[in-house]
């Protein structure tokens, strides 16, 4: 688990996060983050 919750981000969701294959959650949650979720985290085979 990847635990960025709280951190007053904004922006774009960066793509960069498609580099971590075996990652399994992700929490953006409490920041100001805008647009579309990166289409290049599809590849994420083991995200819930």
């Given at each position: 688990h990847f635990n960025l919750s709280w951190n007053t981000f904004d922006g774009n969701i960066p793509q960069q996060l498609d580099h971590m294959v075996n990652i399994e959650a992700i929490d953006l949650s409490h920041n100001k983050l805008s647009g579309e979720i990166p289409k290049?985290?599809?590849?994420l085979q083991h995200i819930q």
């Open positions: 290049s985290l599809e590849k």
